[in-house]
């Protein structure tokens, strides 16, 4: 069950959903808009999607769909190329929070790369929480599992793709860098940043210049600037 109305509206919109539940009292101009899809409503009372999505953070609103489904390597990979685009692919180490995960998915699909990878072990599952943060864009971003992260990382190295690792400390400011060639991002898991192989097998760390007080950012947003950065470094 997926809930949260921009979730539920990008699902719409992609065609993935059959019938709709939605709590009686919502105002009539949502309730209008979600009649303009070919989908069935269904009118409850608000405490039985409470109970359904085990949050009262349903804004009103829930879809059965299909569940989420992985992708592979090779789906993200052949994107870029279909696109006749330079890979930019976000590589997530330990990302457990599912709102974290979603976050960065949603980012990552706005902003233009090409898909998300994660390792199997350490990571969210795929799921609503996932989805409702992610605002819509598991029905439009590929997002893989690869079982061995630094064996991945390896293999991209392999076919000439870039492997740039976020790091709070890294000596060399994203601006130093060059963004302009196949690339892939490394996030690391909150406060414990990447595993000590995984930086290793980067060709580069990078930093995220700061000016207050707090010296490290969340996860989400430090994908998204980095992201952004990459997409603006390119010619």
Not at 73 to 82: K, N, T
Not at 127 to 153: D, E, Y
Request: charged share 25%; proline share 4%.
């Amino acid at each position: 069950m997926l809930y949260g109305r921009n979730p539920v509206l990008e699902a719409l919109r992609a065609g993935l959903v059959q019938e709709l539940l939605v709590a009686r009292g919502v105002e009539e101009a949502f309730v209008q808009e979600l009649k303009t899809f070919d989908v069935r409503l269904k009118f409850a009372p608000r405490i039985e999607l409470d109970q359904l999505a085990g949050t009262t953070d349903h804004q009103g609103v829930m879809a059965e769909v299909e569940d989420l489904e992985w992708a592979t390597v090779d789906d993200i990979l052949d994107r870029a190329e279909s696109r006749g685009e330079q890979l930019l692919v976000v590589l997530l180490d330990g990302i457990t929070d599912p709102r974290n995960f979603g976050a960065i998915i949603r980012s990552a699909e706005v902003l233009g790369a090409h898909g998300v990878i994660v390792e199997e072990r350490r990571s969210s599952p795929l799921n609503a929480t996932v989805a409702k943060a992610a605002a819509g864009a598991t029905s439009f971003l590929p997002v893989a599992q690869t079982k061995n992260l630094p064996r991945l990382i390896e293999q991209l190295k392999s076919d000439n793709v870039w492997v740039y690792g976020a790091a709070g400390e890294a000596a060399r400011p994203m601006a130093q860098l060059d963004f302009d060639r196949p690339l892939a991002l490394v996030i690391g898991a909150e406060g414990e940043g990447m595993r000590r192989l995984v930086r290793e097998k980067c060709d580069e760390l990078v930093s995220i210049p700061v000016r207050g007080q707090i010296q490290s950012l969340n996860a989400a947003v430090a994908a998204g600037i980095l992201i952004q950065h990459a997409v603006a470094g390119r010619k």
